[in-house]
């Protein structure tokens, strides 16, 4: 079957800081970027949260007020919760057993999928300031971009999607 997709772009604003959220932009993003699509994520506030490494977290030359935000918000895409019956965490763990027991591949596996792939991720420059966050703490492909950056690339794309 020939490509006809190959000069196509997929842009989509991922603003949710929940796993089955997070989980859909990623299986998109790697089935268009199967395709042959051009991808871009672009991550502002609650939508950072999948880029955040876990390893990298810091609280130095931080307010008081972005300490306490850095200790009770997700440390990174495995402790995202779900967007509904996540039940303290009992049912994002069922789901992830389902998905196991349907050899699908779990929010990790997508990310890494998407950034072997290609994907081009970027974070809100405004939500990285106002969350107290600084660029070290996001996986290294993740680039910071101002809301006009983001708005040039969504307008060059064919596909805008919001999750």
Known sequence: ????????KINLLLFSGEYDKALAA???????????????IFCAFWGLFLVRDPEKMSLEDKTAYEKMFDMVT???PEELPLSKMNMAGVGKAMLQEMMKDADAPSLIDFLKGAIKKGVKFYGCKM?????GFKKEEFIPE??????????????????????
Do not use: C, H, R, W
């Open 1 to 8: 079957m020939e490509n006809n997709y190959k000069n196509k």
């Open 26 to 40: 990623l299986t998109i993003a790697n089935a268009a970027k199967e395709m042959g699509v051009e991808v871009t």
């Open 74 to 76: 997700p440390k990174g």
């Open 127 to 131: 939500s990285v300031e106002v969350m």
């Open 142 to 163: 993740l680039e910071i971009i101002t809301a006009t950056e983001y708005l040039k690339d969504a307008l060059q794309s064919d596909m805008q999607l919001f999750v």
